[in-house]
């Protein structure tokens, strides 16, 4: 019960700095009705009655709210707080607080700000010695005060710098731990895809093959006598059909080869590269379009865009393959005309242009295909937007390659 109301209250980290500042301000207040005034009286430059400290608490109490969500103000503003009330003799209920704005900051703050504090307070500390050296003061009274003030900082920043380190350290072994669950489930599925599918399609085939061969020489008296035009249809509909089932056998492998590859951004000459079976995947993206419509390339961008993906590594050159696949397959399935692909010349850019012919109707699709075409990406560092031009019926998918700035595609997809 008490570790669930502590989650809740680290989830709602404004109405956390509020009840911490509640706490402290009661904390204070007793502190300040037991007569705890005055914690360095010698150091005093004014006098007073108690009032002071007492506004000095609620202001402490109340900059307190913004600890996490604001730190690095909220310590500026309770250190400038902090030494009004020093000038009147200092009170131990607003040097708490002071601590705990200090701890905050350290823990809460960005790096940026971390960094600026901690130079901030280095120069401050170098220019308050040499003001102490050089105007060597008669008494102990401020030397103590520094050095009681200089632990202050010092262990209040050194405890906020442990916790911060150890949620670090904490969010690292997590982002390890994901990695590693995540690596596990994409080896189970690419396995389960292998044993239960790819040999399914596989096997598909090789029963057409046998129906194609029982064809033929069931056939051959009617071929003599010049009857086949049944058999003909029958065989080059099996033929399509092993086609289909070669080709979902091949992208089938070519995922669990996603699946299974290291990701890491290593050296092209790691793996390697085939130009000829490169051309021949690029040839073949014209197999997704119907047999009426076209893949055109512009003069030299069929050729710029083999180097391009020659040079990326294996697992990233095939899932730029297989996106730009799913883009014509979203052409075909959805829009009207022969596809364009182009390559920019100022960036890595890839360009799949749809004319949609007016009036087609094409059946809406449910976006799974450019969704899962967007999670390959992301997992080579690339990215895939999808939007439709309001002034035409033109759909513009942005596919940024890895490494390089987002840039835009455009292709037929609804």
């Not at 901690?118 to 102990?140: D, E, K, R």
């Not at 299974?260 to 079976?277: F, G, R, W, Y």
């Not at 295909?369 to 939007?387: D, K, N």
């Amino acid at each position: 019960m008490i570790a669930r109301s502590w989650e809740q209250l680290n989830a709602h980290p404004r109405t956390r700095d509020g009840v911490v500042a509640v706490l402290w301000l009661m904390l204070g207040l007793a502190i300040l009705q037991l007569g705890m005034l005055q914690v360095w009286a010698e150091f005093a430059v004014f006098r007073t009655r108690g009032t002071v400290f007492l506004v000095a608490l609620l202001a402490m109490a109340a900059i307190a709210t913004m600890r996490s969500t604001r730190p690095f103000l909220a310590l500026g503003l309770g250190a400038a707080v902090a030494a009004v009330d020093l000038s009147f003799g200092g009170s131990l209920g607003v040097v708490l607080i002071l601590s705990d704005l200090i701890y905050a900051a350290v823990k809460y703050g960005s790096d940026r700000g971390l960094r600026i504090a901690l130079w901030a307070t280095l120069a401050f500390g170098v220019l308050l010695i040499v003001c102490l050296l050089v105007v060597s003061p008669a008494g102990q009274t401020v030397p103590t005060v520094v050095v009681q003030l200089g632990l202050l900082v010092v262990i209040s920043a050194a405890w906020g710098w442990a916790v911060r380190s150890e949620r670090a350290r904490t969010r690292t072994a997590l982002v390890r731990t994901h990695a590693r669950q995540t690596t596990e489930m994409r080896e189970r599925i690419a396995h389960d895809l292998h044993d239960l599918v790819a040999n399914q399609i596989a096997v598909a085939g090789l029963n057409i093959e046998a129906a194609k061969l029982q064809l033929a020489t069931a056939t051959a008296p009617a071929a003599a006598a010049g009857s086949v035009l049944p058999a003909n249809a029958l065989a080059a509909s099996l033929e399509r059909a092993k086609h289909g089932t070669d080709a979902a056998h091949r992208e089938l492998r070519s995922l669990i080869t996603v699946l299974t590859a290291s990701l890491e951004l290593d050296a092209p000459e790691q793996h390697p590269n085939d130009p000829d079976q490169l051309t021949n995947e690029l040839n073949s993206l014209a197999d997704v379009l119907p047999a009426h419509r076209d893949l055109r390339w512009p003069e030299g961008d069929f050729d710029r865009t083999h180097a391009l993906l020659a040079a990326e590594p294996a697992a990233r050159r095939g899932v730029m393959l297989r996106v730009l696949r799913e883009l014509l397959a979203n052409a075909a399935k959805h829009g009207a005309g022969d596809v364009t692909v182009e390559l920019a010349a100022e960036h890595t850019r890839i360009s799949l242009t749809n004319e949609i012919a007016r009036g087609s109707r094409t059946a809406p699709g449910n976006g799974h295909g450019l969704r899962a075409s967007a999670a390959l990406l992301e997992m080579v560092g690339g990215r895939l937007e999808s939007r439709r031009e309001t002034d035409s019926a033109t759909w513009i998918a942005t596919v940024a390659l890895p490494g390089t700035e987002p840039t835009v595609a455009e292709e037929g997809v609804r």
